[in-house]
Every structure is written in C-alpha cells, then in structure tokens.
C-alpha cells in the first residue's frame, strides 16, 4: 500500500527531492538566516547568553559525536546521526513554544538563540558530513574549504555585518528576502513527508532511537550544566533548556540532502522526536516552573 502522502503528491525520483533540497539550503536558508540577523538588535548584557549558545552548540557536538562512535552503526547513518542529534528546532517549533509558555519576556531570548545557535550547529553538522560526502574528501583542508563555502556560513556572515553595521536593507531587497526565508520551513516539511519511510522504521530503529536520547534527553541535561557554569539564570535559564529541548530540526533535511547524508533515517528522526517532544517538553515545561 503506497504512503498517503506520496499517493497525493505522486512518486518523484530522489533526484528531484535532492535537487529539491539543495535548492532550499543554498537560497532559502541562507536568505532565513539574513534576514533574522539583520534585524536583530544586539545588547552587552546578553554577553553571556551568546557565549552560552556558542558553548552549547560546540559541546553538544563533540558529546554527540563521543555517544555515537562506540555504535556499529553503517554510514551514511552514523555520520547523519552525529550531525542532527544536535540540532534543535529552535525557531519553527521553539519561538511558538517560548512564547506559549513564557510571552514576550522570553522571545527577545528565543530570537537570539536561534540566531547565534543555529548558524554554529549547522556548521558544524557540515563538518560531520563533509567527511561523508563523496565529493567532499577526507582531509582536513577540503572540510575546511567545503565549510567556508557552506551558503548558510556566508548567510550568517552577511547578516552580522548588517546587524552590527546598522544597515537597513531597501525594500526591493529585503521583500524577496523574507520572502525567499519563509519558503523554508515549509518546503523542508514537504521534503520530509516525501523521504519518511515507515516501512524501513524498523531496520533503523536503533539509529532514531539513539539520536532520540541524545535530542530530548542528553540536549537538554547539558543546556543546564552550561547554564549552571555561566550563571544563566531565570527566565533566560527556562529559555536556553527549553529550546535545547526540542527536537531535531526541520531543516536538518536540507543540510542533508546537501552533504549527501541518510535522508530517510533523517526525516524519520524529525518525525519520532517531534512526536515524542510532546511529552519530554511538557515535563521539561513543568520543572523548569
């Protein structure tokens, strides 16, 4: 019995959801990430928010990556689970939540987690699978290179000149911009409804399962003991664990798809932690208080 969703849209080859998704990454994302940079207003006093998001970002990746190794996991799925365990779904899930639970006081904090957070974790889940990549070679100086030509690194880059330069960009621009940013979400929604794979759940269920524990449980346990060191307190502790809390992002799909990664065992890790993100985030809700 073909998939509801594939009966709808019809049986494209994986080259078109590839080409798809590249498409995405290499204009959409990067046309995201100005976008929320430019307009972002940057305080001292969040000094050590930033630090926190950067340190976090870094940590959870070589902790994920030390969970990972031990597993005689295949590649492409042990590099794909090294570089989205992760990732949090800090803006298209995380800004509804922090707003849900804490209003505006917590948005100004969302906003900027996302901004330091996910340029730095999609990075370095490049790094990861760079080394996978076959075009993409094994060396240090070709990792390198393939990451200082990510489109998404040089989004960032032009964002942050904006931003601390003070530059308005004209409305010719900036339209097609948030325009161009806002596709995003929703055309990665639609790559992952067309590469889930239920029938292979099974056969991969150890690789969800992990990457499950390190998202939802292991995620969160360090976003406390970073903000702990740092003393991230109050609202911007509650802000900081909870969107390390959520699940693995959306447009981990696309990063991917660009590096030639498992797009099936992706789209499933998307789907099982969204859902069980459900509970693991009410509970995580209820003690933060």
């Known amino acids: 019995m073909a998939h509801p969703f594939k009966r709808l849209i ?3 080859k994986d080259e078109f959801w590839l080409m798809l998704a590249q498409l995405v990454y290499r204009i959409g994302v ?7 940079l430019a307009k972002f207003e940057w305080r001292s006093e969040h000094k050590w928010f930033i630090l926190g998001c950067i ?4 940590v959870t990746l070589v902790c994920t990556l030390g969970i990972v190794a031990p597993w005689r996991f295949p590649n492409p799925q042990k590099a794909t689970m090294a570089g989205i365990a992760g990732s949090p779904n800090c803006v298209f899930l995380g800004l509804p939540l922090i707003d849900t639970v804490l209003g505006n006081t917590g948005m100004p904090l969302a906003i900027l987690f996302g ?10 889940g490049a790094a990861v699978l760079s080394r996978l990549d076959q075009d993409g070679g094994k060396s240090l100086r070709k990792i390198v290179r393939r990451i200082a030509l990510d489109p998404v690194v040089w989004g960032s880059v032009v964002g942050i000149v904006l931003s601390f330069n003070s530059i308005i960009l004209p409305e010719v621009v900036g339209k097609p911009l948030k325009w161009l940013g806002s596709i995003a979400s929703p055309l990665a ?3 992952i409804g067309a590469r889930i794979g239920f029938n292979s759940l099974g ?4 690789a969800v399962a992990l990457v499950s524990v390190i998202k939802l449980g292991v995620a969160p346990v360090l976003a406390l003991v970073v903000a702990h060191l740092l003393g991230i307190e109050g609202v911007a502790r509650t802000v900081f664990v909870l969107l390390a809390a959520t699940p693995v992002a959306a447009t981990t799909i696309l990063l991917v798809g660009e590096y030639r990664g498992d797009n099936q065992l992706t789209a499933n890790a998307i789907t099982v932690t969204t859902v069980l993100s459900l509970v693991t985030l009410s509970v995580a809700a209820w003690m933060l208080g």
């Open 30 to 36: 990067p046309a995201l990430v100005i976008d929320m």
């Open 189 to 191: 929604l639609l790559i």
């Open 115 to 124: 901004v330091i957070a996910f340029p730095v974790i999609t990075a370095g």
């Open 10 to 12: 019809g049986s494209p």
């Open 203 to 206: 056969s991969m269920r150890g």
């Open 55 to 58: 340190v976090l970002a870094i």
